[in-house]
């Protein structure tokens, strides 16, 4: 694409931009409130393409004047700054062109959002449950590292330590999209603690991480929900088995059921699960569009196919795989500490390039 292409198409989206900025003060806009939500999201998307269209005029207009001063100016000093600016410009200029092209692609809108995860057990038994639990550590001091809140919702746990099944909300800035990269089956090699003759076993868990699906994302109906009232069980202390606070949903139309026991009092889990239900719902339709786009990127690693197997962790070499771009490397004590943004980062990176390629820009 040539600079004045893309400066014209740059162009039409600040106009884009100056609309909004008028619409969003509309008080019959404001009043709306999921067009507002939406309004606004669109704004702060364009602002960062108008930011970097602003830069990069102001790099076009620097490459010019540089040149007619080299072209035109006698005197040396004024020639040496003119040359360094040029050469700063030109160094800059493909950069943030490639930073341009990507954010004119359009992003998953679900990357903003809030994720909730499960994380289960697979093959393997006890040690299945032990390594479920190892990965909820992981993500936990993942997301502590990124100021980002956790909370659990619903858990099952194993029967020497770890979990069946951990079901958990995590709250932040752009949550679902550096989380969703995880979703897959997760494969460990070591020594099982049940293991007497130190043989290694392979086992698995399971993690799938949904966009948290806002109020206005999809509406779910009362008269569509069965609610069931239980005592919780397990850890807790004494309102555990004695009060009835645990909440189970049944969304009737799809027979979707979520629970949560985490809280002590009947109507926070049961806010908890409205949010997980809602969140069960809107994914039957994201699903769609995950299983659209997967068939179009070949190293596509969001993809809906939660049974795929993701990577691998290999503690007698300290070795953790990445298969989906065949990166391999050996920090497994780190990398279980919560230390996984390296791998994120190359698996956005992976994922940009087929964007890129797919919009041919």
């Known amino acids: 694409m040539s600079e004045q292409s893309l400066l014209e198409k740059l162009d039409i989206l ?6 909004i ?39 076009l207009d620097g490459i010019e004047e540089a040149k007619s001063i080299l072209e035109t100016e006698p005197d040396p000093e004024l020639r040496e700054i003119a040359k ?42 006890d040690e299945a449950a032990i390594f479920a639990g190892d990965l909820f550590k992981m993500y936990l001091k993942y997301c502590e590292s990124k100021g980002w809140k956790v909370e659990v919702t619903s858990s099952s746990e194993g029967t ?47 993690v799938a991480v949904l966009p948290e699906a806002e109020e206005f994302d999809v509406e779910v109906k009362e008269s569509d929900i069965r609610v069931d009232i239980f ?22 139309p799809t027979g979707i059921t979520v629970q949560c026991q985490d809280e002590k009092s009947q109507l926070k889990n049961k806010a908890k699960a409205m949010i997980e239900l809602r969140t069960r719902i809107y994914n039957m339709e994201y699903q769609k569009y995950l299983d659209e786009i997967a068939s179009k990127r070949k190293t596509m690693v969001s993809t809906g196919d ?14 953790i795989t990445d298969h989906r771009i065949n990166y391999t490397i050996y920090n497994l004590s ?17 994922e940009n390039a087929e964007r890129l390629k797919e919009s041919e820009l």
């Not at 600040?14 to 609309?19: A, P, Y």
């Not at 364009?46 to 102001?58: D, G, M, P, Q, S």
């Not at 780190?334 to 992976?350: E, N, T």
């Open 306 to 319: 939660r049974s795929a197997k993701i990577r691998t962790y290999n503690y007698p070499q300290g070795r």
């Open 160 to 206: 020497i330590g770890g979990f069946k099944e951990i079901i958990f909300t995590v709250t932040g800035e752009h949550v679902y999209g550096i989380l969703k990269y995880e979703s897959g089956v997760h494969r460990v090699q070591r020594v099982p603690v049940t293991e007497t003759q130190g043989r290694v076993h392979t086992s698995a868990a399971t």
């Open 84 to 125: 360094d600016e040029l050469d700063t410009c030109n160094d800059r200029q493909p950069e943030l062109e490639e930073e341009i092209k990507l954010l004119l692609v359009p992003a998953d809108p679900q990357d903003e959002k809030n994720a909730i995860v499960e994380i289960r057990g697979g093959t393997g038994g």
């Open 21 to 59: 900025g008028t619409l969003i003060t509309d008080p019959a806009v404001i009043a709306d409130m999921k067009r507002f939500v939406k309004l606004n999201k669109e704004y702060r998307d364009l602002e960062k393409i108008v930011t970097a269209r602003n830069e990069y005029k102001r790099i």
């Open 334 to 350: 780190g990398f279980m500490g919560g230390d996984i943004q390296p791998v994120i980062d190359r698996l956005i990176v992976a």
């Open 231 to 252: 005592c919780a069980s397990g850890h807790g202390g004494q309102s555990v088995n004695t009060t009835y606070s645990a909440i189970r949903l049944v969304h009737l």
């Open 14 to 19: 600040v106009v884009r931009f100056e609309e």
